[in-house]
């Protein structure tokens, strides 16, 4: 596009458009431009460019909206949801598919994906839904989807794009984790310096290599941590504790635990047992008021 002889108000405008994260956004700066443009001969040619791709771009939205495409329709939010957050190249793809059944495209090209994915996470029987949300440069980037997420991971390559993710998203509620990868390219000073610096910061993080798969481990327990929930197993007696956790708010209790498997008929229970990280010992007889904690055991015997 010539921008002979446009006005510094353009040339402002012009510059808001090209960092724009959202089509809307984009659109709305279209807009702009299209009033700060000349409306004399010279610029005729420039006017119409501006407005067929104002019509493009307004089409496609509107397209995008009624298709159900944009995940504000398109993606049912489950209990426990993490949206990846990066810039392209930094390994998000690569990351979707060490952690989740899905299997998005990896590649060198920027922008590669232009749709949020979405994957399930298998947390030892608890799942986790995890979401690549596109580029945060491009104009795919869902910004709502990384806004609306229980825990935003936020991953990077280099220190730089930490603060640049930051400001463009909220500074609350959401949990933060810092995810910093391709750790298998660096050497072990710069390892030791970058914890340093993380930690200084007293971010959130994990360094990791979704190449070599190291610390995915630690990543995933961070990652469930930043739900502030706990993971109680149930058990009949005489019998194995159950394959699936049951989750539960944090400081929970024994009479939550009822309610939630006896659907509210705690009033049956005649006697509570207990095993894991908040008894005293094996089998502790306790109360409804007792507290548990993540991978406690209990044990009901009805009347
Ligand atoms: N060395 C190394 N390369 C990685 C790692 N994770 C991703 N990559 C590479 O980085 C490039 C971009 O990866 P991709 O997952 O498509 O990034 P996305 O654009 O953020 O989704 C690919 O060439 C990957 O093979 C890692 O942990 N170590
Ligand atoms: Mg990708």
Same mark, same amino acid.
């Given at each position: 596009?010539?921008?002979?002889?446009?006005?510094?108000?353009?040339?402002?405008?012009?510059?808001?458009?090209?960092?724009?994260?959202?089509?809307?956004?984009?659109?709305?700066?279209?807009?702009?431009?299209?009033?700060?443009?000349?409306?004399?001969?010279?610029?005729?040619?420039?006017?119409?460019?501006?407005?067929?791709?104002?019509?493009?771009?307004?089409?496609?939205?509107?397209?995008?909206?009624?298709?159900?495409?944009?995940?504000?329709?398109?993606?049912?939010?489950?209990?426990?949801?993490?949206?990846?957050?990066?810039?392209?190249?930094?390994?998000?793809?690569?990351?979707?598919?060490?952690?989740?059944?899905?299997?998005?495209?990896?590649?060198?090209?920027?922008?590669?994906?232009?749709?949020?994915?979405?994957?399930?996470?298998?947390?030892?029987?608890?799942?986790?839904?995890?979401?690549?949300?596109?580029?945060?440069?491009?104009?795919?980037?869902?910004?709502?989807?990384?806004?609306?997420?229980?825990?935003?991971?936020?991953?990077?390559?280099?220190?730089?794009?930490?603060?640049?993710?930051?400001?463009?998203?909220? !500074?609350?509620?959401?949990?933060? +984790?810092?995810?910093? =990868?391709?750790?298998? /390219?660096?050497?072990? $000073? #710069? *390892?030791?310096?970058?914890?340093?610096?993380?930690?200084?910061?007293?971010?959130?993080?994990?360094?990791?290599?979704?190449?070599?798969?190291?610390?995915?481990?630690?990543?995933?327990?961070?990652?469930?941590?930043?739900?502030?929930?706990?993971?109680?197993?149930?058990?009949?007696?005489?019998?194995? !504790?159950?394959?699936?956790?049951? +989750?539960?708010?944090? =400081?929970?209790?024994? /009479?939550?635990?009822? $309610? #939630? *498997?006896?659907?509210?008929?705690?009033?049956?229970?005649?006697?509570?047992?207990?095993?894991?990280?908040?008894?005293?010992?094996?089998?502790?007889?306790?109360?409804?008021?007792?507290?548990?904690?993540?991978?406690?055991?209990?044990?009901?015997?009805?009347?």
């Amino acid at each position: 596009m010539a921008s002979t002889n446009q006005s510094p108000a353009y040339l402002k405008v012009q510059g808001k458009f090209l960092t724009a994260q959202t089509s809307e956004e984009r659109l709305n700066f279209l807009e702009e431009m299209i009033k700060e443009c000349p409306k004399h001969k010279s610029s005729e040619n420039m006017l119409a460019n501006l407005t067929t791709r104002y019509k493009k771009l307004k089409e496609k939205i509107t397209k995008a909206k009624k298709s159900g495409k944009t995940s504000k329709v398109g993606i049912k939010k489950y209990d426990l949801q993490a949206v990846i957050t990066g810039f392209s190249n930094t390994g998000k793809s690569s990351l979707m598919s060490v952690l989740t059944n899905a299997s998005p495209k990896i590649s060198d090209y920027k922008f590669t994906t232009t749709k949020p994915i979405i994957g399930m996470m298998n947390y030892s029987g608890t799942l986790i839904q995890i979401i690549e949300n596109p580029a945060i440069e491009s104009e795919f980037y869902d910004k709502g989807l990384t806004n609306t997420a229980d825990t935003i991971l936020i991953l990077v390559d280099n220190l730089e794009q930490i603060k640049q993710i930051e400001k463009q998203i909220p !500074k609350f509620p959401q949990k933060k +984790i810092i995810l910093f =990868n391709k750790k298998d /390219k660096l050497t072990e $000073e #710069k *390892i030791r310096k970058l914890h340093a610096t993380l930690q200084s910061k007293k971010y959130n993080f994990v360094l990791i290599s979704t190449k070599t798969q190291e610390n995915i481990g630690d990543l995933k327990d961070k990652l469930f941590s930043s739900f502030n929930k706990i993971r109680v197993y149930t058990k009949e007696p005489g019998k194995e !504790k159950s394959q699936k956790p049951i +989750i539960l708010n944090q =400081n929970s209790t024994i /009479k939550d635990v009822a $309610e #939630k *498997i006896l659907h509210g008929f705690s009033e049956k229970i005649k006697e509570t047992k207990l095993w894991g990280p908040s008894s005293k010992f094996s089998a502790q007889k306790v109360g409804l008021k007792h507290k548990l904690k993540d991978l406690d055991v209990v044990e009901f015997k009805t009347r």
